[in-house]
């Protein structure tokens, strides 16, 4: 893949993101293989770009959509369906999975009859008001110790709170259906994931005794990916899930998943061009065409840790490599092992930078961001 890559940034320029739509598949496959349990559906917000929700959807995925965007990103490939295939697929496949709707988005998605999560009373009186077909998940705060990105600070209702929510949903005449949690994206710390099942599995079963049926258990995203060597393995996370969950939820109890990392984070590479190079205080910084700003986003927002490899070999030391932009800010690493030899008009190599990147690029500065080349389409 990489020499083939340096072909392709010869031929295309840089900076080129390779997305290989066969690594995508490959992912969907063994997140199905090691949890046939577990209905996935791909969390759109890691990697937006069409053709990845194109090729997920031929694939059978489901979705997870956090905007009326998003959503009509998938209904684009429903439109033609009739009325009832359209809602059946809407009510099966998709779940707008942000806690926090805007009135309008809910107004707009109405007609549809969403499967939405909220997490607090004021969230469950807004879909009341504008949009009374939705059926409701219930969000649930849970551990995410550890984890690359940490979500419990921002989402999920306290588990003691979680009997009153459901109560007061049904009160006002909409339908709890599940619950939901996630236990923070690139999640290492598998005990995360048992205690959460353990929490929705108290809830669940105490919602059914009180004569609430709550039929879905959605276990989130947070699946780990190999970005190095210490990552522990999916398949062994997928043993502990497969084994709680036949422990802890009956056969009746639908379990979903909202993957987004582990789906597409393996699938892009990025060429990237050295288009300056300077040494300060010591240290050689290598100014590339592409930064924080644009495909690297996730170094700021993803809490990503970069890699780069050169094309060329020569003795190495430590370098920094930065971005393009006239902000002090963009510096994407000052710490990479590169050759010191590098020249204006050579190349880097990044991998597995599929998820959290160009889904957050901006244009800051007048920079387009990476062009986008698909592979195995
Ligand atoms: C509600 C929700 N579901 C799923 C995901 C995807 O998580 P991951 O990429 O860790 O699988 C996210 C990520 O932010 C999320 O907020």
Redesign the pocket.
């Known amino acids: 893949m990489k020499e083939e890559s340096l072909k392709l940034a010869q031929e295309h320029g840089t900076p080129l993101f390779i997305i290989d739509h066969e690594v995508i598949r490959a992912n969907y496959r063994t997140f199905k293989k090691h949890l046939p349990r577990v209905q996935a559906y791909y969390?759109v917000?890691?990697n937006s770009h069409q053709e990845i929700v194109k090729t997920l959807f031929e694939e059978g995925a489901s979705f997870?959509v956090?905007s009326y965007n998003e959503f009509m990103q998938v209904y684009e490939y429903i439109r033609h369906f009739e009325e009832k295939d359209q809602d059946f697929y809407i009510w099966d496949k998709i779940i707008f999975?942000?806690?926090i709707k805007d009135r309008d988005t809910l107004r707009k998605i109405r007609r549809y009859k969403p499967l939405v999560?909220f997490d607090n009373e004021d969230e469950l009186q807004k879909i009341k008001e504008h949009c009374d077909t939705a059926g409701v998940v219930l969000?649930l705060k849970v551990p995410d110790t550890g984890s690359q990105?940490e979500?419990s600070s921002k989402?999920g209702a306290e588990p003691g709170d979680a009997r009153h929510l459901i109560a007061q949903a049904f009160d006002l005449g909409l339908v709890v259906e599940g619950l939901?949690f996630?236990v923070?994206?690139?999640?290492t710390t598998f005990d995360n994931y048992t205690a959460a099942l353990d929490i929705a599995s108290q809830i669940l079963h105490d919602a059914r005794k009180s004569g609430h049926n709550v039929k879905i258990v959605d276990i989130?995203?947070?699946?780990p990916v190999p970005y190095d060597s210490r990552v522990p393995q999916f398949e062994k996370l997928a043993g502990i899930i497969n084994a709680e969950c036949d422990r802890l939820f009956p056969d009746d109890v639908e379990l979903i998943a909202?993957?987004?990392?582990?789906m597409v984070a393996t699938a892009a590479v990025l060429v990237s061009e050295i288009v300056g190079k300077a040494r300060r205080d010591g240290k050689i910084f290598y100014y590339i065409n592409d930064g924080v700003y644009q495909t690297f986003s996730g170094v700021v927002y993803d809490h990503w840790i970069p890699n780069f490899h050169a094309f060329k070999p020569g003795r190495t030391e430590v370098c920094a490599v930065v971005g393009p932009t006239c902000d002090s800010f963009d510096k994407i690493s000052l710490s990479e092992q590169l050759p010191a030899d590098l020249q204006i008009g050579d190349y880097l190599y990044t991998e597995n930078i599929g998820?959290?990147s160009i889904a957050s690029s901006t244009r800051f500065n007048g920079f387009e961001g990476a062009k986008i080349l698909h592979r195995n389409k």
């Open positions: 969390a917000k890691a997870d956090a999975s942000n806690t999560t969000r990105v979500m989402f939901s996630h923070g994206s690139q999640c989130g995203g947070g699946f909202e993957p987004g990392r582990f998820a959290y």
